[in-house]
Nanobody, 123 residues
Framework: VQLQASGGGLVQAGDSLRLSCAASGRTFSSNAMGWFRQAPGKEREFVAH????????YYADSVKGRFTISRDNTKNTLYLQMNTLKPEDTAVYYC?????????????????WGQGTQVTVSS
C-alpha cells in the first residue's frame, strides 16, 4: 500500500500549486483522507481533510479560503489546490488516509501516510 504525493515546488508568494496524492495497492474510496504539513523545526500540523465521498471538507484556519481539498475516487487520487500561497505555507506536505470514512484533524486518526512533497514559497 502506497500513497505517493507530488506537485510540490518552489514558487513566489501569491502563486498557486496543486498537490496530488495517488494511492496504489488498495482503494481508499471508503476512507477519509487528509493533508498535513511540517515546517522545519515544527510539529506536523493538520491542513485539510475530506470524507470518503468528497461531500464534507474541513480546513485549518490558516488555509481556509485559500486551499481546496478534493478527491477523485475513480482515480484513487487526492488533491490539494493551494492558491495565494504565503511564505508561511513553506513545509513538507503529507497526504494520509484515515481509518474511518469521516475525517479528523488528529494525526493518530490516519493509518497510511505518503512520503511528503516539499513546498517552498519565497517572498
Amino acid at each position: 500500500v502506497q500513497l505517493q504525493a507530488s506537485g510540490g515546488g518552489l514558487v513566489q508568494a501569491g502563486d498557486s500549486l496543486r498537490l496530488s496524492c495517488a494511492a496504489s495497492g488498495r482503494t481508499f474510496s471508503s476512507n477519509a483522507m487528509g493533508w498535513f504539513r511540517q515546517a522545519p523545526g515544527k510539529e506536523r500540523e493538520f491542513v485539510a481533510h475530506i470524507n470518503w465521498n468528497g461531500g464534507s471538507t474541513y480546513y485549518a484556519d490558516s488555509v481556509k479560503g485559500r486551499f481546496t481539498i478534493s478527491r477523485d475516487n475513480t482515480k484513487n487520487t487526492l488533491y490539494l489546490q493551494m492558491n495565494t500561497l504565503k511564505p508561511e505555507d513553506t513545509a513538507v506536505y503529507y497526504c494520509a488516509a484515515a481509518q474511518t470514512s469521516y475525517g479528523s484533524g488528529r494525526l493518530t486518526s490516519y493509518g497510511y501516510w505518503g512520503q511528503g512533497t516539499q513546498v517552498t514559497v519565497s517572498s
